[in-house]
C-alpha cells in the first residue's frame, strides 16, 4: 500500500464552520458596540486617547509567554543574569507599548478621497493625516473591509496620504464604510488602531459595454458649433476652453498679452451630438448605461463636443476631461433620479 493512502487532511481552525460563524458573530457585535460608543465622525477629526484600541500581535504573545518563562527558570535557578535579561526584555516591550500607542494619538485626519472608476476595477480610498507632533509617525496603514494598503510615514509639522484598496462590483454610490487606521511600530509587538465611521461614498461609473451599437447623431441647433479649422472664414477670438485644439490657440495674441485666446471660425460643419438615454430602445436599464458609458468613453477620446440626456437630468455640451466625468458622474447618481 502506497504511503500516500495514509495521509490525513490537513484541518485548520479558520476553515471550521463553527469557528468562522463565530468569528462573525463575534465581529458584528464587536462594530456596533464601538460604533454606539463613537458613533458617525466629521472631519476634521483628532485621534485622541479613548478612540484608540491597543492589544498584542502574535508576535507579541509568543514575546510576553517566552518572557514568563524566562522569569520562571531565573526564579527557579536563582540566577540573577536570567532575571537581568528577562527585565530588560520586559522593559523592552513596555517601552514599544508606550511608543506603538503615541503613534496614532493626536494625529489629525482632514481629508478623504475615493477617486470614482468603472464597475469592477479597484479604487484606492485616501485619507489625508495631519502630523502637528515633533515627532515622526511610522508604518501607518488604512484598512477598509476589503484589506489594507501599504504603510506610509507622515514627518512631523507635515501632512501625507494613507490609501487603502476599494474593490467595486456594481454601478452606484457605495459607501465608504468603516475604516480602520493602525499601526505595529516599533517591534510589531503590539498594534494600536482606531475605528472612523465617515459620511463619505465614492461614485462607481457603469462599465462601458464591449459591443455597443452604434452611436446616432443628434446634432443640435447653430448654438451648439464649435470653432474649427480648413476654409471657414475668421470670426474673431474667444476665451480658450478645456479640450480645445492647440491649433486654435492665437499665440501672436499670447505674446503679446499672456492671455489665451481661440480663434473662432464661422461656418463650420462641425455640430454638437447628443448622447440620449431614449435613443437607446432596447434592454434592461443597466445595459443601456453600459452602452452610455461606452459612447461618452468613445466621444471623448474623438474629442468631440456632446452632450447628455437622461430622465430628469441633462448636461449641456461640452469637451474635455471634466466634462466627461461629469457624464459619468450623472450615470453612476441614476439610481436616485427615479429610474
Not at 6 to 33: E, K, T
Not at 229 to 236: C, I, M, Y
Request: hydrophobic share 40%; proline share 6%.
Amino acid at each position: 500500500m502506497s504511503s500516500t493512502q495514509w495521509r490525513f487532511p490537513s484541518l485548520r481552525l479558520g476553515q471550521l464552520p463553527i469557528w468562522r460563524s463565530f468569528r462573525q458573530r463575534s465581529s458584528a457585535r464587536l462594530n456596533r458596540w464601538v460604533r454606539r460608543r463613537q458613533g458617525s465622525d466629521a472631519l476634521p477629526l483628532t485621534l485622541v486617547s479613548r478612540r484608540l484600541y491597543i492589544l498584542p500581535t502574535s508576535i507579541g504573545l509568543t514575546f510576553a509567554i517566552v518572557c514568563f518563562a524566562m522569569l520562571l527558570g531565573s526564579m527557579n535557578y536563582n540566577n540573577s543574569m536570567g532575571f537581568a535579561l528577562t527585565f530588560l526584555l520586559a522593559a523592552t516591550g513596555l517601552v514599544a507599548m508606550h511608543r506603538c500607542h503615541q503613534n496614532l494619538a493626536g494625529l489629525r485626519i482632514v481629508d478623504v478621497q475615493c477617486p470614482s472608476v468603472f464597475a469592477g476595477d479597484t479604487t484606492q480610498i485616501a485619507l489625508l493625516a495631519e502630523n502637528d507632533g515633533h515627532t515622526e509617525r511610522l508604518e501607518i496603514r488604512t484598512r477598509s473591509d476589503q484589506g489594507a494598503g501599504a504603510p506610509a510615514d507622515i514627518p512631523p509639522q507635515s501632512r501625507g496620504w494613507v490609501r487603502a484598496p476599494l474593490a467595486t462590483s456594481q454601478r452606484g454610490v457605495l459607501p465608504i464604510g468603516r475604516l480602520g487606521l493602525n499601526s505595529q511600530f516599533p517591534l510589531n509587538l503590539l498594534k494600536t488602531w482606531s475605528w472612523l465611521y465617515l459620511d463619505a461614498h465614492c461614485l462607481v461609473w457603469p462599465k462601458p459595454a464591449s459591443d455597443p451599437p452604434p452611436r446616432p447623431l443628434s446634432p443640435s441647433d447653430d448654438s451648439g458649433q464649435v470653432g474649427g479649422s480648413g476654409d471657414e472664414d475668421f470670426a474673431g477670438l474667444r476665451d480658450y476652453r478645456d479640450g480645445d485644439s492647440p491649433r486654435l490657440i492665437a499665440w501672436k495674441t499670447f505674446a503679446r498679452s499672456d492671455e489665451i485666446k481661440a480663434k473662432q471660425f464661422e461656418g463650420s460643419n462641425v455640430a454638437t451630438d447628443w448622447v440620449d438615454y431614449d435613443s437607446i430602445q432596447s434592454g434592461s436599464v443597466e445595459r443601456r448605461l453600459s452602452i452610455l458609458a461606452a459612447w461618452v468613453v468613445e466621444a471623448d477620446a474623438a474629442g468631440e463636443q456632446f452632450g447628455l440626456r437622461l430622465p430628469g437630468a441633462n448636461i449641456p455640451p461640452g469637451r474635455g476631461r471634466d466634462h466627461r466625468d461629469a457624464c459619468l458622474d450623472a450615470l453612476a447618481r441614476f439610481v436616485a433620479l427615479g429610474r
